[in-house]
């Protein structure tokens, strides 16, 4: 039977070769090819600054310690979201002030999160869920000016909104390079700004909080140099190993995102007798970068309930998935917030009613035209 993944890594001889280079020169750890990726990254989404880190989630650590948030400080979440955007918040000592978000995009209810500002807000968290960008535009008219805008831009390597690309849409944005991104390093993240003094903090802090870089003490003529350490810092370097492939995926990435837009199409048009299966948003204003392809089975329409379909899915070798989960659901915050099943609706009702069904750059006409099949067997 055939057998078709949610997602999985397109990599090849070229991620291949490229790994030579750093094994073989010694130099493995954040170095030149952390710096080249890093260049290549910030070229490609027109920002001022990008840094490497381990992951994204570190990356948004990073950005809210770069921003001074402790104790005492709320930073406003949607709910409908990966759990590591509101446990950063939570690592940096601060609350996070879950708000709703629209069942249409998936994406922050603005009027939700303007309904949560209080004198104690330093920041919000956009999230570009799937790819598909946040109106970040729209935010930052609406919020006081001194509420700072971290993107998290997870899954929205190459989106762009309004003729402007993810990572230069806020304060500062930060990327994921997870095997279930369309591009990844195996883990990875990268952090992005046009704010030189935050750019220059988070290098610090990403290094242990040191003066100077390994990397500077390596190559400088004055190897007595001893970093100083006026910051608590943490070890979030990316490694040459990873940034190396990073580079060898990022030039690929236009041609991915373009395949999957095609694909997303296909999907769009041909499952559009189903009545009961809406489609995610396609901008006009904007590139969705189709991290994922996430439909919305209406619970009003459906024959049958999602999870039957998901399952029945599954027996015919076609994976799927819910879109992600509503965070105030999670075991730790509602023993720690206290949060009741209907306290964001939308976030609710996305977590019970979506499915991602398979978009990734090793899939083939066949197998999309045989997921679209078996919807249809499903439908009739
Ligand atoms: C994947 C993801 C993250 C976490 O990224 P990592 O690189 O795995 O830390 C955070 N937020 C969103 C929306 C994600 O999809």
Sequence with gaps: MRRIQIALPSMGDDEWHAVREPLTSGWLTQGPKVAAFEKAFAARHQVGHALAATSCTTALHLALAALGIGPGDEVIVPSFTWVATANAVLYCGATPVLCDIDRRTYNIDIASALFKVTPRTRAVIPVHLFGLCADVDALRAALPASVRIVEDAACAAGASLNGRPAGGLGDLGCFSFHPRKSITTGEGGMLTTNDKALAELADILRNHGASISEEQRHQGP??????????????????????????????????????????????????????????????????????????????????????????????????TRPGTHAIHMLGYYRQHFGYAADDFAGARDCERNTMAIPLHNRMTADDYRYVADCLHRIAA
């Design 222 to 319: 004055q190897p007595y140099l001893l970093a100083d350490f006026d910051e608590l810092g943490f070890n979030y370097r990316m490694t040459d190993v990873q940034a190396s492939i990073g580079l060898v995926q990022l030039g690929k990435l236009d041609a991915f995102i373009d395949e999957r837009d095609r694909w997303a199409r296909f999907y769009r048009e041909t499952l559009a007798d189903i009545a009961w299966l809406r489609h995610p948003v396609a901008p006009n204003n904007g590139r969705h970068a189709w991290q994922a392809y996430v439909t919305y089975v209406d619970p009003e329409m459906t024959p049958l309930p999602r999870n039957e379909i998901m399952a029945r899915l599954h027996g015919m070798g076609v994976a």
